[in-house]
Nanobody, 122 residues
Framework: VQLQASGGGSVQAGGSLRLSCVASGSLLSINAMRWYRQAPGKQRELVASISSSSSTVYADSVKGRFTISRDNAKNTMTLQMNSLKPEDTAIYYC?????????????????WGQGTLVTVSS
């Protein structure tokens, strides 16, 4: 199973970016999907999560500005980021709780994407 994140870039404060994450491989099902971020010198933090039934949770710092969504048929997740602020600058990582088949065994574990850099200038 692999997660591939994309969509990062550089934008001025107030601008928008859209991040995407695609899961591929021997998937049976994807439970919760999440976006985390890690700014320089800081710990990784949860930005937003979405359940398999599309219930969402957001960090207080991004409520009202970011929207997480998913397409279960395509095994994809997106993060629409509006009204970006310099403090949103970070590497953004996608994460998914995945059930997959390894040989004849069903396993469930978290997978991480490689990270995509978001830079917001003032």
């Amino acid at each position: 199973v692999q997660l591939q994140a994309s969509g990062g870039g550089s934008v001025q404060a107030g601008g928008s970016l859209r991040l995407s994450c695609v899961a591929s491989g021997s998937l049976l099902s994807i439970n919760a999907m999440r976006w985390y971020r890690q700014a320089p010198g800081k710990q990784r933090e949860l930005v937003a999560s979405i359940s398999s039934s599309s219930s969402t949770v957001y960090a207080d710092s991004v409520k009202g500005r970011f929207t997480i969504s998913r397409d279960n048929a395509k095994n994809t997740m997106t993060l629409q980021m509006n009204s970006l602020k310099p403090e949103d600058t970070a590497i953004y990582y996608c994460n998914a709780d995945v059930e997959s088949l390894r040989g004849w065994v069903t396993t469930r574990r978290d997978y991480w994407g490689q990270g995509t850099l978001v830079t917001v200038s003032s």
